[in-house]
Structures are given as C-alpha cells and as structure tokens.
C-alpha cells in the first residue's frame, strides 16, 4: 500500500500562484508514477499532469499547459504541482494520486490510478 500525503491548498487571487506537494510513503518504491487531478464545481475528476518516476517525464492536460508545473524530489517521494497565473476556473479540489503501473495513453483515466490523496482545496478569488 501506498499512502499520499497533500499538503493543504489556499485562497489566492487571479493572477496569483500556488504550490502543492504530496508525500508518498508506505510502499513508495513500487509507484510508477504520481500525478494531480482536480474536481472542479459542477465537474467531474479531471486530470491535471503526470510525472512518471523513472525518467522523469512529465504530461499535462492542455488546461495546465505552460501554467502549471509538476515536479519531484526523488529522495523525499514528493512531487509538486507548482501553479501559476492562476484563474477562478482552477477553483476545486485537488488530488494527487499514484499508480504502479502507468500508461500515457490511459493517464487521464481515474481508474488507471492505484492510490489517492485526501483531496485539498484550491480556491482563486476574483
């Protein structure tokens, strides 16, 4: 088993950036790769980026592209959604989530993801 830990979200205003983390511990070496998705108001789960742990290659979804950054610290089995220039439409929960075993071509599927995060709550004001 794998557990993730989400660091907590904020209040933030147009424009403004925040930084998440999720720490991963338990069985952390078998993950293949972590990644963030995000609820949204009136909205399903949606995937936000990937970062596959070997190799460190990174995805986005075209909402993210060139705003939001994922990254990791390999030796504390973190990874990081850096979110910049952000909008009132980024407003929702937010949840990281890992999976033994990743395919690019399946990454935006919820149900490709082995383990979740508790969830943390992004807010962007106007």
């Known amino acids: 088993q794998v557990q993730l830990v989400e660091s907590r979200g904020g209040l933030v205003q147009t424009g403004g950036s925040l930084r998440l983390s999720c720490a991963a511990s338990?069985?952390?070496?078998?993950?293949?790769?972590m990644g963030w998705f995000r609820q949204t108001p009136g909205k399903g789960r949606e995937f936000v980026a990937a970062l596959r742990w070997s190799g460190g290659n990174t995805y986005y979804l075209d909402h993210a592209e060139g705003r939001f950054t994922i990254s990791r610290d390999h030796a504390k089995n973190t990874v990081y959604l850096q979110m910049n220039n952000l909008k009132p439409t980024d407003t929702g929960v937010y949840y990281c989530a890992a999976t033994e075993r990743f395919e690019v071509a399946s990454m935006t599927w919820e149900t490709q993801w082995d383990y979740w995060g508790q969830g943390t709550q992004v807010t962007v004001s106007t």
């Open positions: 338990g069985r952390p070496f078998s993950v293949a790769a």
